[in-house]
């Protein structure tokens, strides 16, 4: 049954509204009964007891804020009453204890995956075109045109076979339009093509940042080999990146093609050696076959985007779930977006198994906060439009929920961007909470997977990884059903317990790491890549 409040954690004095209040309504919630003063959207909160100005707002059992005028009981939490607070950390101080769920309907579960000569498993086999600077964007977008239509004989949407049929003379409506087959010349291999706007101009510590996220891309197991173009020039040299990918694969048997134009003469002589050398590695790889591969070799990054009023209460600890379980058998997970974890820091320290990763996580956070304030802005300015509408008041609050997503397993490292993760278990990744950044980056230090919440919607995809969203809200799923993968809705409506969403949402992650199912992004083609550029970013 729908229940209509939910006050997430016994310390908190705000109460979550679940569906629409009107003003004058009573509700009751553990035996205390609340008057609505105004009308109350869903997704948003109100005061549970009678706050005067200064006083501290707890949620999800933490400070997410101050109020900076009275608020009476019953009232809504605005960007006007309330401004964003929370506690300060010293450092650890305490080991928090952990009992993992009970893992027995997983611990011997298998996805079919594409095994590496260095031990890895990918759940993609993917050849991969970069440049190492923009200046080559214009050729790889020649040999991505070139290779999708001569090599992948990808069908045509039906939107593009709806304007065919219009230049034809025939129906307008694209529902009448029949979609070709797949006659794609190899099955069992995909090409991806990234461009960016780096690899020269700017500081040279971003250029190098570049290059150590390139290897972390050619390092995924979803990688099969690459093809790099380079100018000559840039700062982003080849050597760079070569050093930078034996820096994580000393022993890298993965064939790369290497071409730079100011070596090679004319483009046409350029592309003519790029196409036949790339040709040769993509027919060697699509032989490479999937085999049966323990979960403990996936590599989950944990993310959200469009956030909701939702997300901390429904999707992210449902997540929180699956990140636990796949601690508990041995898999990897990375939690990323910093800026979105201000306000939680105590709890990550102390979750820290090695004191040193807990002084790493607070310098990383101390240091983007600084840049970010010295560009003239800070953590507080972090919630979107989108997300204060929909009830996420404070960057507190929204990092409070956000949070969540990484459950409750001991934290095994803390990453900086670009390093790869090594470890089994829960990892932090400084990341920026800018979806495309932080997707980027998780891949990068190498997710095979990616689950990404959102009450908003958004379209986010990966050249290389499958990136599976999960809605926060029916509502959404329903009314974005061509972008959204899986529905925790559930959760709010009652349906379903986190458990059992989190088991449904791992049973789907099995079937999409094996390649039975093609994620929403996928389909849609949805291939993002925006490196961060250590600069000011949330």
Aim: charged share 25%.
């Amino acid at each position: 049954m729908q229940k209509k409040v939910l006050k997430v954690n016994p310390k908190d004095n705000l109460i979550v509204a679940l569906v629409d209040l009107s003003a004058g309504e009573s509700v009751h919630l553990d035996g205390a009964e609340y008057t609505v003063a105004k009308d109350i959207k869903a997704k948003h909160k109100f005061a549970a007891v009678d706050f005067q100005e200064g006083d501290q707002i707890i949620m999800y059992g933490v400070i997410v804020g101050k109020a900076n005028q009275h608020i009476e009981k019953g009232e809504v939490i605005t960007t006007e009453n309330v401004k964003h607070q929370s506690a300060k950390v010293e450092g650890k101080t305490e080991t928090l204890g952990w009992i993992p769920p009970n893992v027995d309907r997983w611990k011997d579960r298998t996805f079919m995956g594409y095994h590496r000569e260095d031990g890895q498993v990918g759940t993609e086999n993917i050849w991969l075109f970069f440049p190492l600077v923009f200046c080559e964007n214009k050729n790889i977008e020649t040999l991505k045109d070139i290779f999708e239509k001569e090599l992948l004989h990808e069908k045509a949407s039906k939107h593009q076979l709806l304007l065919r049929s219009l230049l034809n003379g025939g129906e307008t409506s694209h529902t009448a339009v029949e979609e070709e087959e797949d006659t794609r010349v190899f099955k069992n291999i995909d090409v991806r093509f990234i461009t960016h706007q780096g690899g020269c101009g700017g500081i040279r510590q971003d250029a190098e940042a570049l290059g150590r996220l390139f290897a972390g891309y050619v390092n995924n197991p979803n990688v099969a080999g690459a093809t790099v173009l380079s100018l000559g020039c840039q700062n982003l040299q080849v050597q760079i990146f070569m050093d930078a990918l034996h820096a994580l694969a000393p022993d890298n048997k993965k064939p790369i093609v290497v071409y730079e134009q100011q070596k090679s003469g004319t483009i046409d002589e350029m592309l003519t050696g790029v196409i036949k050398d790339s040709y040769e590695g993509i027919k060697q790889a699509n032989n490479i076959e999937r085999k049966p591969a323990p979960i403990t070799k996936l590599n989950i990054g944990l993310e959200c985007g469009g956030s909701d009023g939702f997300s901390g209460i429904s999707a992210n600890p449902v997540l929180g779930e699956v990140s636990d379980i796949m601690a508990a058998v041995g898999g990897t997970t990375m939690l990323a977006e910093f800026p979105e974890l201000c306000g939680v820091e105590q709890e990550l320290v102390n979750r820290c198994i090695n004191d040193e990763d807990g002084v790493k996580f607070l310098q990383l956070m101390k240091d983007f906060e600084k840049s970010v304030v010295a560009a003239g802005s800070g953590f507080d300015m972090n919630p979107s439009p989108g997300n204060i509408k929909d009830g996420l008041i404070t960057d507190a609050m929204k990092s409070a929920g956000a949070a969540k997503k990484g459950g409750s397993a001991p934290i095994v490292e803390v990453l900086d961007f670009t390093e790869y993760a090594t470890k089994p278990g829960l990892n932090l990744l400084c990341t920026p909470g800018n979806d495309a950044e932080c997707t980027t980056a998780l891949v990068g230090s190498g997710a095979t997977v990616v689950l990404f919440t959102t009450g908003l919607g958004t379209p986010m995809g990966n050249p290389i990884a499958p990136v599976i969203k999960i809605s926060s809200n029916t509502i959404l799923a329903e009314k974005m059903s061509d972008i959204i993968d899986f529905n925790a809705g559930t959760v709010i409506s009652g349906d379903k317990t986190i458990p059992e969403a989190a088991d449904e949402l791992l049973e789907y992650i099995i079937k999409v790491a094996s390649g039975e199912v093609k994620t929403k992004a996928d389909l849609l083609n949805q291939n993002d890549f925006i490196p961060w550029r250590r600069g000011v970013s949330l």
